[in-house]
């Protein structure tokens, strides 16, 4: 989309300074991405079927490495990608503080903080709040908009946007209340299509959907109902769709970050790397073990700040 247009500003007659302006401000959207550290992090309780403390525990140590290890590739793979990355300090007693996918849902600016349905992620939403107002200050981003009383939405790990179809994909019925697809609509003034999870372990819409930047959808039909499922297809043809494999959904590389042609990914089983490349993507794998362990994968550890929907 860029080059038309780059020329469409060139040919508008305004002066340099203004194009230039328009060209940082409108089109170049480097994407920006918030994440936490792990220094904090560690697998302490079970939440999701795929947490497992005790294999946590058996080495700790070593987890800890691997988590660092990994977060810093992830950080490392999506700044060689050309995205722009905060990272914030983990805070402590909040291990999963570092899936900030889970801290709200932005669109244009205006934010929109997650409210957790257990106990065990509740005081991550002060520390999340602190970030949020900062980030305003510094104009990242506009404004703050809360949930209404009670209602749980679990941020953008069941929210995501598709610039294809300039529409959002609403995760709901395991972590998020199916009441809160309407308020994702109306704060945002943006269509939405609600997806209803089916399973415990596909409890966030990211671990089983993603949409990629040139509109194919990589999803786990098996985490959804065969309605939901006939519903995806009817919006998404064939020739779109990327469905992915148990073994692609253990391997937790469905939870995929992508912008232009990079795909930053849990390292994905070789057929699915082999697909997407094929589709001409690049693909980026990052060994993110220690975070599947607690039910996460790349998305789940990124906040996109900067996502448009006009
Ligand atoms: N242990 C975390 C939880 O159960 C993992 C969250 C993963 N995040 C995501 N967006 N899927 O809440």
């Given at each position: 989309d860029l080059v038309p247009a780059a020329i469409y500003l060139i040919a508008s007659g305004l002066s340099l300074p203004a194009q230039n302006k328009i060209f940082e401000t409108e089109l170049r959207m480097t994407p920006h991405f918030l994440l936490v550290d792990p220094?904090?992090?560690?697998?302490?309780?079970?939440?999701?079927?795929?947490?497992e403390p005790g294999v946590w525990s058996a080495d700790a140590a070593g987890n800890r490495e691997r988590a660092w290890a990994g977060f810093e590739a992830l950080a490392s793979g999506l700044a060689r990608a050309g995205a722009k990355v905060t990272i914030e300090p983990g805070r402590p007693g909040?291990?999963?503080?570092?899936?900030?996918?889970?801290a709200g849902i932005v669109f244009d600016g205006r934010v929109l903080p997650a409210r957790f349905l257990f106990d065990e992620r509740k005081d991550e939403e002060p520390f999340f709040r602190a970030i949020f107002e900062r980030l305003v200050g510094e104009g990242v981003l506009r404004e703050i908009v809360d949930l209404p009383e009670g209602m749980h939405q679990e941020g953008a790990g069941d929210c995501l946007w598709d610039r294809t179809r300039r529409l959002a994909w609403v995760g709901f019925g395991q972590r998020s209340d199916e009441a809160s697809v309407r308020v994702i609509a109306e704060t945002f003034g943006i269509d939405v299509e609600p997806l209803r999870l089916a399973t415990p372990r596909f409890y966030h819409l990211d671990t089983c959907f993603h949409v990629l930047p040139r509109g194919e959808v990589l999803f786990y039909p098996p985490a959804f109902a065969p309605e939901t499922v006939a519903r995806i297809e009817a919006i998404v043809p064939p020739d779109k769709r990327i469905v992915a494999t148990e073994r692609d959904a253990r391997h937790f590389s469905v939870n995929a970050i992508a912008f232009e042609d990079q795909v930053v990914m849990a390292h994905p089983p070789q057929e699915l790397a082999a697909r997407l490349s094929e589709r001409g993507y690049h693909v980026t794998g990052v060994p993110l073990e220690p975070f599947i362990l607690s039910g996460g994968g790349a998305y789940c550890m990124t906040l996109r700040l900067d996502n448009t929907t006009r």
């Open positions: 220094s904090h992090y560690v697998v302490s309780y079970a939440i999701n079927p795929w947490m909040v291990p999963d503080m570092v899936f900030t996918a889970n």
